[in-house]
T-cell receptor, first 110, second 114 residues
Framework: KQEVTQIPAALSVPEGENLVLNCSFT??????LQWFRQDPGKGLTSLLL?????REQTSGRLNASLDKSSGRSTLYIAASQPGDSATYLC?????????FGSGTRLLVRP | DVKVTQSSRYLVKRTGEKVFLECVQD?????MFWYRQDPGLGLRLIYF???????EKGDIPEGYSVSREKKERFSLILESASTNQTSMYLC?????????????FGNGTRLTVT
């Protein structure tokens, strides 16, 4: 059964810092991996999708990597801003449905 | 932009009531999903649908049913609400299976059962 783990559960950094969020999964047979952002009390917003054949995807200050063989993905946020404060969730698409990690709660301090 | 709309942001119901949560998407997506999100448990899939009148059980279907009579609308039904169904409910949609398209979420319905 696929399991997705995110470390750390919470992270607090000063504005301007580069940071890395980690996601690991137990079964490497995935179709894709997705990163989402969730603001308090809201739904999830899709940030990046990495197909199983890809190694990384970039969008603005965000870069996500995927290493299927080791069951790991990282989300790199460059030059963090207070507006980046949110919970970040990764999810793997296997068996026709997304399995989510429990998220990393990020606080970027001004 | 894809829009997934959930009919209520907040809902308070009594134990034993029949509850309908409605979700509508405007992008002609084939796939629709219902998740619930609870602190410490993350998002868990309740039901999903790949086509009109088609439904599949997710990981926690007990106490729920769904209806998809039209492609754009996916309803979640709590046949007899219980306090352990107090949660945030999130609807999502995407294009065809294995299309590698991202999941689009609504803003969620926070349901409280008293």
């Amino acid at each position: 059964k696929q399991e997705v783990t995110q470390i750390p559960a919470a992270l607090s950094v000063p504005e301007g810092e580069n940071l890395v969020l980690n996601c690991s999964f137990t079964d490497s047979a995935i179709y894709n991996l997705q990163w989402f952002r969730q603001d308090p009390g809201k739904g999830l917003t899709s940030l990046l999708l990495i197909q199983s054949s890809q190694r990384e995807q970039t969008s603005g200050r965000l870069n996500a990597s995927l290493d299927k063989s080791s069951g790991r993905s990282t989300l790199y946020i460059a030059a963090s801003q207070p507006g980046d404060s949110a919970t970040y969730l990764c999810a793997v698409d296997s068996s026709y449905k997304l399995i989510f990690g429990s998220g990393t709660r990020l606080l970027v301090r001004p | 932009d894809v829009k997934v709309t959930q009919s209520s942001r907040y809902l308070v119901k009594r134990t034993g009531e029949k509850v309908f949560l409605e979700c509508v998407q405007d992008m002609d997506h084939e796939n629709m999903f219902w998740y619930r999100q609870d602190p410490g448990l993350g998002l868990r899939l309740i039901y999903f649908s790949y086509d009109v009148k088609m439904k599949e059980k997710g990981d926690i279907p007990e106490g729920y049913s769904v209806s998809r009579e039209k492609k754009e609308r996916f309803s979640l039904i709590l046949e007899s609400a219980s306090t352990n169904q107090t949660s945030m409910y999130l609807c999502a949609s995407s294009t065809q299976v294995l299309d590698n398209s991202p999941l689009h979420f609504g803003n969620g319905t926070r349901l409280t059962v008293t």
